[in-house]
RNA sequence: GGAGAGAUGUCUGAGCUGGUUGAAGGAGCACGCCUGGAAAGCGUGUGUACACGUAAGUGUACCGAGGGUUCGAAUCCCUCUCUCUCCGCCA
């Protein structure tokens, strides 16, 4: 969310900012702040004169006077702040429906573009293996394995779900482990393992909520959404909290399932793991001081890419910009990977500055020793990384001639010895 | 799911026969005094948000959330949420 004061005071900066993502007009905004404001004075007028001679009255009773006078007086100023408050109200709902719409400003050494194609790439790393047979999908190496069931998945629940199997099961499974174990024990994050529904107030937070509520799997009996990803229940922890300054920064780590509707309207990537409705993700969320936000961002960043690099799978690093920037993000770099069958690099992972745009959505603030008044800390989250995308990526770039897939070394002890899979 | 009790400031805990209550008392915390230093003791201070103001400051709101009654509500009424105890059910 946006500072209505910041929009106030300077609005040709924050148009310029939004400008570089889309149409936005502050104006009707800027309108309704104007009006909101002299309303409030008004009542507030009123409530003051209010409160003067609510105190004034026990002491009339106690001389005796008749105050039926007063009563009426008052009664109908009574009346009129009630209908000035409901004014307010009225404005205030509607001023944080539009500043709820308006999505972050990119950070100013974020290029400008359209879309995906002005993306910059950062970074690359390892070399894209070069196969001496033919290449298999990974939804065509897991069936014939038998570690992937894809028709049964889709007779269970239907499409775009998928269901794995023995050392298909294992090999998920140990994924999740090594990146929980990586980021917990080499990157000093702490372990969270969340609620996977949350109330529309936690969606609302890290702005998901209200534009995206198509997206989400909802549940109408409890006003309860699926978890889209893990950053939504571990941003809410600290929700309506005030931190002190030396309780940062915080790092959690977790792992969870995610849910999203919106997987499967595209039409593309129908077959396999790379879009499904549910799938498992390892998300690295960061609570951290405004002053060190892009650091740690980088921080964030390296941390996702260790995994890949651990699982020696190449990947690029691409740095968005700001036309296919998140909805509440200031800077996002992308982790994509190398998927042969694809013969190109696909998103695996996301890492994300928010700045104190979910914390003002959230609340999220910290105490400033200094001056000890509250100011909104910065959010960060990254996927490190996505467990589906990542398991097509090692069926994809380990497979063999025989069709079985190696394992990666570093995941062998997770997958209890286990160095081949089919065999 | 049924019955009952409760939700107040950083914490504890009054107020709940409606009227200087942002909210007693205590603890904690900060600063000052005292001390060789510390403890104890004494003194002062100690929430958030919004509006107006260059500022000092002033005003308004907030006692789980939302409505209502009233000239006036932390205090009375209704709805909801959550917590605790007992019962039922259950991995």
Redesign the pocket.
Known sequence: ML???KI?DNTIEVQAGLNKRGNYDLGPILAL?EK??KT??N???M?????????E??KY?KEGKD?SE???E??E??TK??DLD?EV?AFDDEMRYQLLSFPNIPNEHVTVGKDESDNKEVRKWGEPRTFDFEIKAHWDIGVDLDILDFERAVKITGARFSMFKGEGARLQRALINFMLYTHCMEHHYTEISPPFMVNRESMTGTGQLPKFEDDAFHIPSKDFFLVPTAEVPVTNIYRDE?LAEEDLPQYFTAYTPCFRQEAGSAGRDTRGLIRNHQFDKVEMVKFVHPDNSYQELEDLTQNAERILQLLEIPYRVVELCTGDLGFSSAKTYDIEVWMPSYNRYVEISSCSNFEDYQARRANI?F?DIES???RFLHTLNGSGLAVGRTFAAILENYQQADGTVSVPEKLTHYMWGKTVIGK
């Open positions: 500072d209505i004061k106030r702040d909101r404001r409030l004075t009542v507030e007028e409530k003051s004169r209010q409160n003067i001679v609510s105190r009255i026990p009773k105050c007063i009563f009426a008052m009664k100023l009574s702040i009630k409901a109200k005030i603030r105490r000890n008044k509250t």
